[in-house]
Structures are given as C-alpha cells and as structure tokens.
C-alpha cells in the first residue's frame, strides 16, 4: 500500500511557515523569560555591588499580542503546528521503500513513547494540567528526532 505524500518542495515551505509562525507566536515569551534572565542576573550583581547595567528590561513584552491579539496568536501556534505536520508528511529527495520503512518506524516509536510518557505523568500526578499544544510538540519534535536518527545511521 502507497501512503499518499506532499512532493518535496512542502518540507521548504513547511519549514519556513513553522519557523515563522512559532516566532511570531512566541515571541513575547521569549522576550519575557529574556528578561526574566536578565533580572535575575542584575539583581545579584546589585548584590555584589555591581551596578553598572545600562539596559532597562522591559518587565512585560507583549509586542505581537497587542499588535495581533491574543486569539490570533493562538491561531498562529496553530499554523506552525500545521508547517512542521507539512514539514512530516513530505517526501525526501529520493523515495523509495526503505525511507518509508522507516518513517513507519518512526512513527510506531513515537506513538509508544507518547502513550508512555502520557501513562507515566497521569500516574504519578492526577493534577497535572497541560494543554494538547504539549503533546502534538512533543509528538512531532521525537518522530523528526527519530527519522532523522535512524536516515543518518542506516
């Protein structure tokens, strides 16, 4: 049986949309844990008697939020989501029965390791609360790790 696959030229543009939709959707974040960082170094350097800082953190970014508003960069995490899914289901330059051995392997590595993982963190903490965005990351950062692990060794 033939999996029906994007061509080639999706992994460029999946690339590119998940590159720049995660940075427009996290980039307050990163800003904020940035200066998070940045805080923390200045406050023990006023400890030490170091004073000599001469950026002012911003105590909250929210440059893109305000701009795009909050619902919408919810939406733009969604087509990042979407980019890195195009970036998956794209075939590789040659095609051919191995590499789709193997990304059926993947796959059946990355669906036991998230049923473990989701087994192990229900088991030990009842109250835990995260959201499906942690678990479609998580799923599809192992399958990319464990394709391109195993294209490189074999």
């Known amino acids: 049986m033939k999996t029906q696959i994007l061509p080639n030229w999706c992994k460029k543009l999946g690339l590119a949309i998940f590159i720049i939709f995660s940075i427009i959707g996290g980039g307050d974040d990163f800003a904020s844990g940035f ?3 940045y805080n923390a170094t200045r406050d023990r350097d006023e400890k030490l008697g170091n004073t000599e800082h001469k950026l002012q953190p911003m105590h909250d970014v929210v440059i893109f939020k305000d701009y795009f508003g909050r619902k919408t960069i919810h939406y733009f995490y969604a087509i990042s ?18 590499i789709n051995s193997l990304r059926l392997e993947s796959y059946k590595f990355t669906a036991i390791f998230g049923i473990i993982v989701s087994i192990l963190l229900y088991a030990f903490s009842k109250e835990i609360k995260l959201g499906l965005d942690y678990f479609l990351s998580l799923f599809m950062s192992i399958y990319l790790i464990i394709f391109c692990i195993k294209k490189r060794l074999y």
Request: aromatic content about 14%; cysteine-free.
């Open 81 to 98: 989501f979407l980019g890195i899914l195009m970036y998956m289901l794209s075939k590789e330059k040659i095609e051919d029965d191995y």
């Open 35 to 37: 200066n998070e960082g």
